[in-house]
């Protein structure tokens, strides 16, 4: 679904940097088991609720000398129609894989044609609405999904279980929600969840009145032949419908479009794919009126530990890219709940829940995003492949695929990969390009702190080779691995030497000393140790060594861009650092060699492993080095090119691309300027970290890369970006020789085991009488055995009247392994009035995170 949220809480955090299991809370024993880090054999991979079994995990022999970087030595990206996906694979010539999910119906033809496949769980589909208007400056024209009251009605409208029966076979999930069915949240608010899924279920009638009186309250009215007229003129609704991808969104579109001609409206269907659509939805000005609604889809980029951040993430009047789409903001109580639950703003777990049950109410009164369908997809690939597969985000959507990604049992070759699409926007690694498909191929290039563990969502040290976490006392945060160190204190001070806001003017740090009077306080403190030998092994592609430069230029980068005082201020950027510097308390560089950073937030994750933060040089959108960026600033500066595309489209000049268009001819020239004059920006605090001789050293290896690769994409990742067809839709990733670890380092989330999802088996009688005591029992087993009671969180119920309310919930009893038991009082039965009732059992496993549903039906009678 999201990369991680919020810009500036990106660059903060390692690339999806959340996930998912119960937290292990102070004074209590670590979590039994606990993996062992992933170099080792540990994790099985299956995915969760499959539809059809997963084939059978090859044989791996191990190489005795693996190379360095990835374990291919080059890999080919083009662009591949779904519908040739799996004839062209089948024939063996054309491509490898095809990492991009594809919907249920192409399973047969997979599993026919003898292919592996890896599931993607986390697939979610909906309909974004342009709020601007009521009128549309641009064009005058009346937009009613400027209402509020037009958008919750939508909810209405829209049969989803038609949707998942005539489009997904009836394998999806009906979807009303910000938040993933299988993930923690959703089990924890599963009783709040399922009273708002049957307050907005189909009710084409209610749809039609709510919309009429909204209609005509902004001045439309019903002509004589059923449609709605303003002004004059049909009201003619623009819908951007994705005809690329999975394939799905077109007779999403038809449906939806349907419907609303059903109430009189005339739609316009434009059936477009990512690159098109993106130039519209997110490249345009909202008020401009060029489109109304348009087909979202997203996956989870980790199984997702939190979502409480997706309400900000996904209702904020700013999107996702940060680009101004909706300048409607919502209610101030919906606003403010939803920086508490990206923040954390909370000190014991009931406070967050309340705050996220209310906050789901308020996004679904103001429904700038409609969800529709969960549904999981399969990726097919030849049998002569191996990678690891996240179980929520697949193959394209792992953090750890370019680190797997092998022919099995042999060293290097080329790999063909295939997609639906490719540069949808342009990259570079300030406010970029964040499409599926863009980022996919962007990954292989990027490295970063940590490594988020593709079955669990936890975080791996990547290059940081430790880390301290320190906690308020009474927060709710606990750990599961031992490769960091968490303590509790009543009270952490933020040094008086730390970093705590940027003056754009006279281009330095302010200190905390320097800006507050009264020593500040933090509710988490986090320390990330980086070897010893880290300027050493760690280069950029170009060759240049990694430096502590690269972090303050990133440092630097947070703040900069969203000050008025800057010379590269972008107005689009500053509600993101507003955001960023209501919980940010300040950085501190402790030690430039061995790099250790010291970092102060009021914000909190309730998993220890993900309240570290390495500060990486990843800019949100990609990594770049000091020298890159000081190009950059170069264009932008003189005007020429600008990051993002608001700022783009006011000043009417280039989006800025690393890696082709009139970007690069722009850029080449400012190079040449920056080596000529050994240009060092932000000069007052980089001086202290860059010589000239230094410098002089990075601009000669970056003019040598631009003359070998004709573009300026630079990582530090298992392999680097070596050529770039833009027209062609093609690119070539290459090995990366100089990566510091061996291709096998993180050969524990490939080990082809079986994930241990639960199975579920409810047993009890088919009619309950009102008033009297039930027994049910619940059988867990994985494989025909039982599911091992040190293996299993917890085991849940949920208990449903005839009207769906939710009457009792609790915890089974354990009987032995794989043997529940749920005793229901007396007293609780008398609660149920007569018809068919629901028992929901959720099981929550250790060894993987997606959680397993169960339902038994039963018949409560007099």
Not at 211 to 236: C, H, N, R
Not at 276 to 287: K, T
Not at 541 to 567: C, N, Q, W, Y
Request: glycine letters at 6%; aromatic letters at 14%.
């Amino acid at each position: 679904m999201k990369p991680r949220l919020i810009i500036f809480a990106l660059l903060f955090c390692f690339a999806g940097c959340k996930g998912i299991d119960t937290p292990v809370y102070p004074n209590t024993p670590v979590y039994p088991n606990t993996p062992a880090h992933p170099n080792t054999p540990a994790h099985p991979n299956t995915p969760a609720h499959t539809l059809a079994p997963t084939p059978l995990p090859p044989v791996i022999t191990p190489i005795p000398t693996p190379p360095h970087g990835g374990w291919l030595n080059e890999i080919v990206f083009s662009v591949v129609p779904k519908e040739e996906a799996v004839s062209q694979l089948d024939e063996g010539y054309y491509f490898d894989i095809y990492a991009y999910g594809l919907p249920p119906a192409y399973l047969p033809s997979i599993q026919a044609a003898g292919l592996n496949y890896a599931s993607e769980n986390g697939q979610s589909y909906e309909l974004t609405f342009n709020t601007a208007g009521s009128e549309f400056t641009g064009t005058g024209k009346l937009n009613p999904f400027s209402s509020p009251k037009v958008r919750q009605a939508m909810n209405w409208l829209i049969d989803r279980s038609y949707i998942n029966h005539q489009v997904f076979g009836g394998s999806a999930v009906e979807k009303y929600l910000p938040i993933t069915t299988g993930f923690p949240d959703y089990v924890a608010l599963a009783d709040v969840a399922h009273d708002l899924e049957a307050m907005y279920a189909y009710n084409p009638e209610k749809a039609r009145e709510v919309i009429s009186t909204e209609m005509g309250m902004m001045g439309a009215a019903l002509g004589a032949d059923g449609k709605w007229q303003y002004e004059g003129e049909p009201v003619t609704l623009i819908f951007l419908i994705r005809s690329d991808g999975d394939g799905v969104r077109v007779p999403i579109g038809d449906y939806i479009s349907d419907q609303l001609e059903s109430i009189g409206f005339t739609v316009e269907r434009r059936y477009q794919t990512a690159s098109e659509s993106s130039e519209i939805w997110l490249g345009s000005f909202p008020d401009d009126g060029l489109w109304h609604i348009y087909t979202g889809a997203w996956n989870a980029p980790i199984i997702d530990r939190d979502e409480g951040d997706n309400l900000e993430f996904f209702y904020a009047p700013v999107n996702p890219y940060g680009f101004s789409v909706w300048p409607a903001y919502p209610t101030d109580e919906f606003g403010l709940l939803r920086l508490d639950l990206l923040f954390n703003q909370f000190t014991t777990l009931d406070e967050r829940r309340a705050a996220f049950a209310r906050a789901l109410e308020l996004a679904l009164e103001d429904s700038t995003r409609v969800w529709l369908i969960e549904s999981k997809n399969f990726a097919p690939y030849a049998t002569n492949v191996f990678v690891t597969s996240d179980l929520a985000a697949g193959i394209d959507g792992a953090q750890s695929w370019p680190y797997t990604l092998r022919f099995i049992n042999r060293n290097g070759g080329l790999l063909k990969w295939a997609q639906p699409d490719l540069f949808a926007a342009p990259w570079n690694p300030v406010a970029g390009s964040g499409n599926t498909f863009d980022v996919t191929a962007q990954r292989a290039t990027l490295s970063g702190g940590v490594m988020a563990d593709p079955h669990t969502g936890l975080a791996w040290p990547l290059r940081i080779e430790r880390a301290e976490v320190t906690v308020q006392e009474g927060l709710p945060v606990g750990k599961t691995l031992d490769w960091v160190n968490l303590k509790f204190e009543p009270e952490i001070i933020v040094p008086g030497d730390a970093w705590v806001d940027w003056d754009a003017a006279a281009g330095k740090f302010v200190a905390a000393n320097e800006k507050f009077t009264q020593p500040m306080t933090a509710k988490v403190k986090s320390v990330v140790y980086y070897p010893e030998d880290l300027y050493e092994t760690v280069q950029w592609h170009d060759g240049s060594p990694l430096s502590a430069a690269d972090f303050v230029m990133a440092m630097i980068m947070r703040f900069d861009t969203a000050k008025p005082e800057s010379v590269i201020y972008d107005e689009s950027r500053i509600s993101g650092l507003e955001s960023f510097m209501s919980v940010f308390m300040g950085f501190k560089i402790a030690s430039t060699d061995p790099l250790v950073i010291e970092y102060y937030t009021d914000e909190f994750y309730l998993d220890a492993e993900l309240n570290v933060y390495p500060l990486w040089p990843n800019y949100g959108y990609g990594e770049a080095p000091w020298h890159t960026m000081a190009v950059a600033k170069l264009a932008e500066v003189a005007g020429e090119l600008a990051y993002s595309a608001d700022k783009a489209d006011a000043m009417q000049i280039e989006w800025m691309s690393f890696i082709g268009g009139p970007s690069l001819d722009i850029l080449a020239r400012y190079l040449k300027q920056a080596a000529n004059r050994i240009y060092l920006p932000y000069p007052v605090t980089l001086r202290q970290y860059v010589t000239p001789e230094q410098a002089l050293d990075r601009y000669a290896n970056l003019e040598y890369w631009y003359e070998q690769h004709d573009q300026l994409w630079i990582g530090t990742g298992p392999y680097y970006l070596d050529r770039v067809y833009l027209n062609e839709k093609n690119l070539t990733l290459k090995r990366n020789e100089a990566f510091p670890d061996p291709a096998d380092w993180w050969d524990g989330f490939g080990t082809p085991q079986i994930q241990k999802i639960a199975e579920v088996t409810i047993n009890g009688a088919a009619q309950l009488p009102i008033g009297q005591e039930a027994t049910f029992d619940v059988f867990v087993t994985f494989e025909g055995a039982p599911y091992p009671q040190a293996e299993i969180k917890t085991v849940e119920f949920l208990l449903q009247d005839p009207e769906n309310d939710f009457i009792s919930r609790g915890m089974a009893e354990y009987v032995m392994d794989g043997w529940y038991r749920i005793m229901l009082p007396a007293e609780v039965t008398a609660l149920l009035s007569s018809g068919s009732c629901k028992l929901e059992v959720v099981i929550s496993p250790r060894p993987v995170s997606p959680v397993t549903f169960a339902t038994f039906e039963f018949l409560a009678v007099p």
